[in-house]
């Protein structure tokens, strides 16, 4: 039995461990930013397969108490990494830490960097190279007060790089946040799902893979085919049962649209690229002037937030057109808003059911949902 933690956008912990759990994963334990759980070392093959909400899948390869770098460093030279890879692959090592009495996470960095190296010359005569843009093999340590935790990144390239998104819009929404947003609406497919302003398209692309069945892993290359353990057999086999699961493309209730033309340019590009162009049907319009395209259904959007002044001021003005639009077109409707701007509610004019808050990398957000009801949504105007 392993050990492994996935990381996840802060927010998600419980849909990971959700996630994780259907995987087959044990003794699973959320806490922020990810989940720890445990099972066979296949488990992290399917982990990176079929997560939508994770962002990398660590392997647990050590974990001891320390006082010092020099205790850090015994605990790393100790480990198998022979077993493990090759000495003619590329490292990475990265550090991170909650109230380490540390002072210094560069200088932790280098001394593990020197045990792995170190030990694996001892006993083959090589030294790998450090390649801190792509590595073949990416290590992770962690520091809390006492103890050190060292992983073996299994995932690679983070999760939420799906390979799906060809064209970028200007402020990309990650992949596996936008699942965790449709998981926070509620979304199942079957349920008419818009995006009016859908920008490249991320909510849609995440959308029509999940009501398809498609794994968000089919097409990508991960870590853990460089390992020495490598289960090629295992991996193919996983690898068909994903592909024969999944369902044609026809046309679903998934709805798009922008104002912008070079957004949806680019949303449909994406679709096309995924297989999915027959899948949700895209229009350029303005959001102010549309009408919902069924009776009942779920919005999910991240607008534009602004910076500058006229921005603002602008965006004030669009925000209250917007809580109109939405009460006047959108009755029987639940919308869901990801935006950074936390004046949202105020400027809009509706009353948020509920406010969660999320991350979009570094980024603090609020998703806010809106259950749009035949009056009584209005705030009342305050009198001057």
């Excluded at 849909?15 to 334990?29: M, P, R, V």
């Excluded at 992770?140 to 983070?158: E, I, N, S, V």
């Excluded at 096309?272 to 102010?288: D, H, M, P, R, T």
Aim: glycine content about 8%; hydrophobic content about 40%; charged content about 25%.
């Amino acid at each position: 039995m392993e050990k492994f933690f996935a990381t996840c956008p802060r927010g998600l912990e419980q849909f990971l461990a959700e996630e994780l759990q259907q995987l087959q994963g044990e003794n699973l334990h959320a806490v922020g930013g990810g989940v720890q759980f445990s099972g066979e070392f296949s488990l992290c093959y399917r982990a990176n397969l079929e997560s939508r909400i994770a962002s990398r899948i660590l392997w647990q390869v050590a974990t001891d108490r320390y006082r010092n770098e020099d205790d850090i460093y015994r605990t790393a030279y100790a480990l198998p990494w022979n077993d493990w890879f090759e000495p003619g692959l590329t490292i990475r090592v990265d550090v991170s830490a909650i109230k380490s009495p540390l002072t210094s996470l560069n200088f932790v960095t280098l001394k593990i960097k020197d045990a792995v190296c170190d030990k694996i010359r001892r006993l083959s005569g090589r030294r790998p190279s450090v390649d801190t843009r792509q590595p073949d093999v990416p290590i992770q340590g962690h520091l809390t007060d006492r103890d050190f935790t060292l992983y073996l990144d299994t995932t690679g390239d983070p999760l939420f790089k799906r390979g799906r998104r060809i064209a970028l819009g200007e402020a990309p929404l990650r992949e596996n946040l936008a699942a965790g947003v449709l998981r926070l609406a509620g979304w199942v497919p079957g349920t008419p799902l818009l995006d009016p302003m859908c920008g490249s398209g991320t909510f849609l692309l995440e959308a029509a893979q999940i009501a398809l069945d498609v794994a968000p892993g089919l097409g990508r290359h991960f870590a853990f085919e460089k390992l020495k353990n490598f289960d090629k057999r295992l991996w193919h086999g996983l690898l068909q049962q994903s592909a024969r699961r999944q369902k044609p493309s026809v046309p679903l209730s998934i709805y798009g649209s922008d104002l912008s033309s070079a957004a949806l340019k680019s949303a449909r590009t994406n679709l096309a690229a995924a297989g999915f162009e027959q899948a949700v049907s895209l229009k350029q319009a303005n959001i102010l002037e549309i009408s919902a395209p069924a009776k009942e259904g779920i919005i999910v959007t991240n607008p534009p937030y602004g910076v500058r002044l006229g921005e603002l001021q602008e965006l004030a003005e669009f925000y209250s057109k917007l809580g109109d639009v939405l009460k006047k077109k959108f009755s029987g409707w639940r919308a869901y808003i990801l935006s950074a701007d936390m004046r949202l509610p105020k400027l809009i004019r509706l009353a948020a059911s509920k406010r969660t808050p999320l991350f979009n990398g570094p980024l603090e957000c609020r998703l806010f949902e809106y259950k749009m009801v035949e009056g009584g949504m209005r705030r009342p105007k305050l009198e001057a």
